[in-house]
Each structure stands twice: as structure tokens, then as C-alpha cells.
């Protein structure tokens, strides 16, 4: 691999929300409600074999096309402040290749009586992965959180 095989970029969203900041927050930190808004389109399959949102451990999430070998994203937390924050560290692998290795950081903000959430992705993206496939998967998955909040959950 050569240094034209690595990109980095950070990417920002901001999102708002009718809800309060409690509630928003609260749809993190649960697994069952990550299965229900941040899962992948029909025809994915996602997993978590490890979830502990606590800082210093450790979530490891499989997903991927249904039958095919998952991607591996492991999450480590390193910064929690419930309702205002959370920080994370995070890396992606499909095969065991690393495709990438950067950090996360969620801010909830309260704003016009709801909340206004800002998500940084800041990450060295290598081979077969891109910034635009992040910035693709994170607007897929707020729109899920939007859903999620506005009471649309999907059947377990």
C-alpha cells in the first residue's frame, strides 16, 4: 500500500431533534435501540458480539450483506458525559484488513426546546473505503435516529 491509498477527512453533521437531549442520548446507549435505528438497508445483517458503553470498553459490531463475510467495526470509548457527549475511537475491517482507524465524537446541544446533535467523524480512510461511504452511512443512519425518535421503530 502506498501513501495514494490513504485519504483522510473529518466529516460533520448536524442534526435537530423535538426531543430532549436525555432522549436522544438514550438511543446510543442502548443495544437493542442501535439494532432498531442504525441497522443497514434490507439485505444487511448487523450484529453486536460485544456492547459495553462505558469509557475504556469496548463495542465490536458485524455488518455486512446477508451471507457474506460482515465488516468489523470496534468502537472503544474514551470520553462519556451523559445527555451532553460521548467520544469514541473506532476502526473498521473487512478480512482482516484494516479499511479504517479514526474517532467520533456526538455533542448534544439543547436548542428551540428540543436538541441539536453534532457528530465529527475525523479518519484515515484506506483501500476500499471512502469518506463518501462514511458521510452515506452516518445520513442513513441519522435518518433511522430521526425515525427512531419520531416513534417509527422497526419490529424486532
Same mark, same amino acid.
Given at each position: !500500500? *502506498?501513501?495514494? *491509498?490513504? %485519504? %483522510?477527512? +473529518? ?5 435537530? =431533534? &423535538? ?8 438511543? #446510543?446507549?442502548?443495544? /437493542? ?5 442504525? &441497522?443497514?438497508?434490507?439485505? #444487511? /445483517? !448487523? ?19 446477508? $451471507? ?5 467495526? +470496534? ?5 462519556? @458525559?451523559? /445527555?451532553?457527549?460521548?467520544?469514541? &475511537? ?11 482507524? $479514526?474517532?467520533?465524537?456526538?455533542? =448534544?446541544?439543547?436548542?428551540? $426546546?428540543?436538541? +441539536?446533535?453534532?457528530? +465529527? ?16 452511512? #452516518? /445520513?442513513? !443512519?441519522?435518518?433511522?435516529?430521526? &425515525?427512531?425518535?419520531?416513534?417509527? @421503530?422497526?419490529?424486532?
Amino acid at each position: !500500500m *502506498n501513501a495514494s *491509498n490513504i %485519504h %483522510h477527512a +473529518t466529516i460533520v453533521f448536524e442534526r435537530s =431533534f &423535538a426531543t430532549s437531549p436525555a432522549e436522544v442520548f438514550a438511543a #446510543w446507549t442502548s443495544r /437493542d435501540a442501535l439494532l432498531d435505528w442504525s &441497522a443497514p438497508e434490507e439485505g #444487511w /445483517d !448487523m450484529t453486536y458480539r460485544a456492547f459495553d458503553f462505558r469509557v475504556g470498553h469496548t463495542d465490536i459490531c458485524a455488518f455486512g450483506l446477508s $451471507g457474506e463475510e460482515p465488516y468489523i467495526n +470496534t468502537v472503544q470509548y474514551h470520553a462519556i @458525559r451523559p /445527555d451532553q457527549y460521548f467520544v469514541y &475511537a473506532s476502526t473498521i475491517s473487512h478480512r482482516d484488513v484494516l479499511l479504517f482507524a $479514526g474517532t467520533v465524537s456526538v455533542v =448534544f446541544s439543547v436548542a428551540d $426546546g428540543g436538541t +441539536t446533535l453534532t457528530l +465529527t467523524e475525523a479518519g484515515v480512510y484506506f483501500d476500499g473505503d471512502s469518506p463518501e461511504g462514511h458521510q452515506e452511512g #452516518w /445520513d442513513a !443512519m441519522l435518518n433511522g435516529l430521526t &425515525a427512531y425518535l419520531d416513534g417509527n @421503530r422497526r419490529a424486532a
